[in-house]
């Protein structure tokens, strides 16, 4: 399984690519912006892509999902309860920046789902409510991709519609923290981590 990092948009969010090396079979993981970038990256590394999967719903991990669907016919993926965020401006946070036109969701995610490209690609669904109801992570073999949940010696904000501080300490504790020192976190924003050394150095963990 092949990982590539595209730090996109003005807030810089880290949209990653993730594809099977033999079958080119790959995911999208939140195309916040610069779809015209993606795309060319796309291109670049002769990429299938089967889904895009959004982490959660605010403006910075959707902007570019309308651009990527259409271009790619990739089904669009969402946990249930940030669905509503993509096409509301108010809970996507993108009502006073330029609203965003996002895709209807072609897929649903729930807590246990799988995402499968190719041979290699095999990505759990972890539902991590607290930065927004909806918030899910990705987990694969030896890493997970956190989205906006846990961050190197961060955790995400709590101050949005609909977040709460203390489900996303339970959802990072109860579903983060449980894995293996050596797990691999790839987070929404920022440099990659580990499992281990978020449990030692993290202040708010």
Known sequence: MIV??????????????VW???TKEAVVIDP????????????KEQLH???????????DHIGA????HSATGAKLMIHEQDASMLNNSSMNLSAFTGEIQGSRPDILLHEG????????VRLKVLHTPGHSPGG????????????????????????????SYQDL?????????????????????????????????????
């Open 4 to 17: 590539k990092c595209l730090e996109v948009g003005m807030y810089m969010a880290n949209c990653y690519l």
């Open 20 to 22: 099977c090396e033999e």
């Open 32 to 43: 916040g912006g610069e779809g015209k970038r993606i795309l060319a990256e796309i291109a």
């Open 49 to 59: 892509v089967l889904y895009i999967v959004d982490t959660h719903g605010h403006m």
């Open 65 to 68: 999902n309308a651009e990527i």
């Open 113 to 120: 789902d799988e995402i499968s490209c190719g041979k290699e």
């Open 136 to 163: 899910i992570c990705l987990q694969g073999d030896g890493l997970i991709f956190t989205g906006d949940s846990l961050f190197a010696e961060s955790i995400g904000r709590t101050d949005f519609p609909g977040g």
């Open 169 to 205: 300490i339970d959802s990072i504790k109860n579903k983060i923290m449980v894995l293996d020192d050596a797990y691999v976190v790839y987070p929404g924003h920022g440099p990659a981590t580990t499992v281990g050394y978020e449990r030692k150095h993290n202040p708010f963990l």
